[in-house]
């Protein structure tokens, strides 16, 4: 194949996509409810925003880069939420380590694994979906 | 359907174009620039509609269409997404990078003595891509949309407008969306297409475009999803511009660090 360059028309056209939304969702959105240090339930929030209001911040990695990432903890511009009860079997004393230091890996390696099994159930709940749903709706509506 | 060629009345300008206004129909309410007529929008005969002065329903309107005809315009895909692709890392000592890659792929061809522009979803090795619900094979070409049209309504350009939703799990995770050169076709797209009207050539041809979401993370773990929008448009001369179709692409980076976060 020899992959010219396609002929271009020079049309000006205006957009019909635009300014579409982030979505946040995780453990520096969500509360944590604990019972002698045990996470026995979440109150799981979904914040959203448009893309131009999304918060963000930069942040010097270690390696000398920056990284910009959306902050955490914001208040969104929409937001849902719901009860999740965290089956015994998932529960955990575990923190998550909010890219605070000096990390404690095994804390930090329980909770990642936890945390990714309680959103994977999460995301297949009613509230979930409903709650997702209703987030991009009201941000399609702003 | 278009505005007859004999007599004209208003009611035609209204079958045609519409009523935006409601109420009484009006002939000023179908100068071209108003709410009813695009601007550049011609009559049977290739005269622009006028956008002010005189109108005269015969001369100006008769055989008049309001959008491009098309013999038909078909979605392809099932589900509420055209494809879906996944990656998974799992990295360890705090940094992570991982993309998504996939191609857009336009193909015209001839259907009998038709014209077709079809839009293509290709996986590539960057990613695992699934297309109705299946697994999709690297370098194959999924249809999203077949639009036919006659010759001689054949399209002069077309455009993929492109936008980007972004859905993320807590952290120090960047997201990024890079719209890039496609390969492997007759014609590349070049790097920036979103919206840049390119000439709808004779069949048969091929013409790639590529998109990347590259994620970055440090000591993220978790899950990035992007939807890419997409709205297919053809432009035709003396029509307004159609969308033929708007459809998603889902893109979920899935991350997962461990050990150390230096």
Not at chain 1, 50 to 64: F, K, Q, S, W
Not at chain 2, 49 to 73: E, H, W
């Amino acid at each position: 194949m020899s992959d010219l360059q396609a002929p271009i028309a020079e049309i000006s056209l205006p957009k019909e996509n635009n300014n579409f939304y982030t979505i946040s969702w995780g453990p520096g959105e969500w509360t944590e409810n604990r019972t002698d240090g045990v996470i026995k339930s979440i109150d799981f929030v979904i914040k959203g925003w448009l893309n131009d209001n999304a918060p963000t911040i930069d942040r010097e990695m270690h390696n000398g880069d920056t990284i910009n990432h959306l902050q955490w903890g914001q208040t969104g511009s929409v937001e849902e939420s719901f009860n999740w009860v965290v089956p015994e079997d998932l529960q955990t004393t575990a923190t998550w380590h909010g890219h605070n230091h000096p990390h404690d890996e095994d804390n930090d390696d329980l909770y990642g694994t936890r945390s990714k099994q309680w959103l994977s159930l999460i995301k297949q709940t009613n509230e979930y979906i409903t709650a997702h749903a209703s987030v991009i709706s009201q941000l399609e509506a702003l | 359907m278009a505005v007859p060629t004999g007599t004209v009345c208003l009611t035609d300008l209204r079958t045609e174009f519409g009523d935006a206004n409601g109420g009484n129909v009006c002939l000023t309410e179908y100068y071209a620039g108003g709410s009813n007529v695009s601007s550049g929008i011609t009559n049977g005969s290739g005269t622009a509609i006028p956008s002010s002065g005189t109108l005269c329903l015969k001369s100006n309107f008769a055989g008049a269409v309001s959008v491009i005809p098309v013999v038909s315009n078909t979605q392809n895909y099932t589900g509420n997404v055209a494809a879906e692709f996944s990656a998974v890392l799992a990295y360890s000592g705090g940094f992570g990078a991982d993309s998504i890659t996939y191609q857009l792929v336009m193909r015209t061809s001839t259907s009998g003595s038709n014209y077709v522009a079809t839009l293509y979803v290709e996986e590539t090795s960057d990613a695992n891509g699934i297309y109705n619900s299946g697994g999709m094979t690297t370098g194959t070409l999924y249809p999203v949309q077949t639009v036919t049209f006659t010759q001689g309504n054949w399209p002069d350009s077309y455009a993929l407008d492109h936008s980007v939703s972004i859905q993320t799990s807590s952290g120090v995770v960047n997201t990024g969306t890079s719209l890039v050169a496609g390969i492997g076709e007759n014609y590349t797209s070049g790097s920036g297409w979103d919206n840049v009207t390119f000439t709808l050539l004779n069949p048969t041809t091929n013409t790639a475009f590529r998109t990347t979401h590259l994620t970055t993370g440090e000591c993220f773990t978790g899950t990035v999803i992007y939807t890419d929008t997409y709205s297919l448009k053809f432009i035709k001369s003396g029509y307004p511009t159609l969308t033929a179709v708007t459809f998603n692409i889902s893109c979920e980076q899935d991350m997962s660090h461990s050990g150390l976060c230096p």
